[in-house]
């Protein structure tokens, strides 16, 4: 499933920072972009469960 939610590369990049300081690890641009995007798809369900991603 396609995120609907799409993360500029601006907030890739933070949440690539965030997670490497909290987890303690690197990622990918990509990768960053894609966890990102995920969990904001989660966020959105948990808050409009009525409205799936």
Known sequence: ???K?????????TFGELWEKEFGQ?????????YGESLLDVMQFVLDPEKPP
């Open 5 to 13: 939610i799409r993360l500029t590369d601006k907030s890739a990049g």
């Open 26 to 34: 690197k990622l990918t641009n990509e990768q960053a972009r894609e």
């Open 1 to 3: 499933m396609e995120s």
